[in-house]
């Protein structure tokens, strides 16, 4: 079945350091991928998107490459804020489903 | 604009107590979804909806049900609560595949 595989956490990094956090998926036909963030005490937000191979979904200093040759949809920032210390989950929309599949989550955290 | 709402945001029920979680929606989405969100295990799909009087299973829909008597509402229910159902809930909508969702701020639920 469709599902998604992110890099295990915590992750905890130095203000202004580089961010990658890696997710794989599996899933038949050209799903839609995404990226969510939750901050403490908040629902889901959408953070980026992307809908077709190559497609390179960004928002706030974040991107995403749609890799359909490696199933691979890794987040990257290039110099991370205490702000952006979250929960992080990659997720999919299958193809013809009416939901979305989600990884377990990775917790970032960003010290000063 | 509220977006999503959830109510109640916390409950401590007791073992075989019953209740129900409300989610309303002020964006008139056709789409919403009840997850359930468990330390390491991400967000798991207990229940969706398609439309007004449409409802169909998720992923772990054992021990819950659901309504949509209006467009605006869907409503999760717990029968006979059980300690394995402490978890967040949380309800989203979205207007169809593929596309974004949005998320309510959660329902934190405690099983004794």
């Known amino acids: 079945g469709d599902s998604v595989t992110q890099m295990e956490g915590p992750v905890t990094l130095s203000e202004e350091a580089f961010l990658t956090i890696n997710c794989t998926y599996t899933?038949?036909?050209?799903?839609?991928l995404f990226w969510y963030v939750q901050y403490p005490g908040e629902g889901l937000q959408l953070l980026l998107k992307?809908?077709?191979?190559?497609d390179k979904g960004s928002n706030k200093g974040f991107e995403a490459t749609y890799r359909k040759e490696t199933t691979s949809f890794h987040l990257e920032k290039g110099s991370v804020q205490v702000s952006d210390s979250a929960v992080y989950f990659c997720a999919l929309s299958p193809t013809g489903a009416q939901k979305l599949v989600f990884g377990q989550g990775t917790r970032l955290t960003i010290n000063p | 604009n509220a977006g999503v709402t959830q109510t109640p945001k916390f409950r401590v029920l007791k073992t075989g107590q019953s209740m129900t979680l409300l989610c309303a929606q002020d964006?008139?989405?056709?789409?919403m979804y009840w997850y359930r969100q468990d330390p390491g295990m991400g967000l798991r799909l207990i229940h969706y909806?398609?439309?007004?009087?449409?409802?169909a299973k998720g992923e772990v829909p054992d021990g819950y049900n659901v309504s949509r008597l209006k467009k605006q509402n869907f409503l999760l229910g717990l029968e006979s609560a059980a300690p394995s159902q402490t978890s967040v809930y949380f309800c989203a909508i979205s207007t169809g595949l593929k596309t974004e969702a949005f998320f309510g701020q959660g329902t934190r639920l405690t099983v004794v």
């Open positions: 992307a809908t077709k191979a190559d």
């Open positions: 899933a038949t036909g050209y799903p839609s």
């Open positions: 964006m008139n989405h056709e789409y």
């Open positions: 909806s398609v439309g007004e009087g449409t409802t």
